[in-house]
């Protein structure tokens, strides 16, 4: 097992336009969850997943966000109309269940110009 | 509610020197407790933790003892190396329902030779 990969590692985009982030959990866990992270501070929760539900949101996550696992695997995050206050570090993990460690992947640095 | 508190850095420590990082929590009933840890340019890896009172956590060197009666989760290391340098993380989950890990605002440890 690889561990949990994330795609593309750097995203440059030009504000307005649309991108898209891929998500590779590790292969065992129902898990999957999608963190922001700004330049000095902690991961903040965005959304996360049980196999295919999405189940809960964050406010953080406005209506340009949308997030799908389908077949409850891999994941992607999607951002319409990019704002430069999107640029941050996306960040992925998995885990197996609740209570239990979950894993990070390396995540996406998104710069919108 | 629910959250994390840590010591605000950054932290700069010689080689050899005693560490302290500061965590406290607030939660109902009993979360477990974890510290990642964050490389230049990398995602965040599980460095150690505690699921019940009591409990300690170690790796490579690091401890943290999960303390009720405290709601702490202080992390130490009794000999710092310029190789710890990094941003950790003190996070937690829940002791029940579906809200995910919740993670401090991180602090950053630099080791001077």
């Known amino acids: 097992d690889t561990g949990v990969s994330q795609d593309p590692r750097h995203k440059i985009t030009k504000r307005g336009q649309n991108v898209t982030f891929r998500c590779d959990p590790i292969?065992?866990?129902?898990?999957l969850y999608w963190y922001r992270q700004t330049l000095g501070q902690g991961p903040e929760f965005l959304t996360y997943?049980?196999?295919?539900?999405?189940?809960?949101k964050s406010r953080l996550l406005s209506d340009r966000f949308s997030a799908e696992r389908p077949k409850g695997s891999f994941s992607t995050l999607e951002i319409q109309r990019t704002e430069q206050g999107d640029s941050a570090m996306y960040l992925c993990?998995?885990?197996?269940?609740?209570?239990?460690?979950?894993?990070f992947g390396q995540g996406t640095r998104l710069t919108v110009v | 509610g629910n959250s994390v508190t840590q010591m605000e850095g950054p932290v700069t420590l010689s080689e050899e020197a005693f560490l302290t990082i500061n965590c406290t929590y607030t939660?109902?009933?009993?979360?477990?407790l974890f510290w990642y840890v964050q490389y230049p340019g990398e995602g965040l890896q599980l460095l150690l933790k505690?699921?019940?009172?009591?409990d300690k956590g170690s790796n490579k060197g690091f401890e943290a003892t999960y303390r009720k009666e405290t709601t702490s989760f202080h992390l130490e290391k009794g000999s710092v190396q310029v190789s710890d340098s990094a941003v950790y993380f003190c996070a937690r989950w829940p002791s029940s329902g579906n809200t995910p890990l919740v993670f401090g605002k991180g602090t950053r440890l630099s080791v001077i030779a």
């Open positions: 292969s065992e866990h129902n898990r």
């Open positions: 997943f049980q196999n295919e539900a999405q189940l809960e």
């Open positions: 505690a699921t019940k009172a009591d």
């Open positions: 939660a109902t009933g009993y979360p477990s």
């Open positions: 993990a998995s885990s197996w269940d609740t209570n239990t460690e979950a894993f």
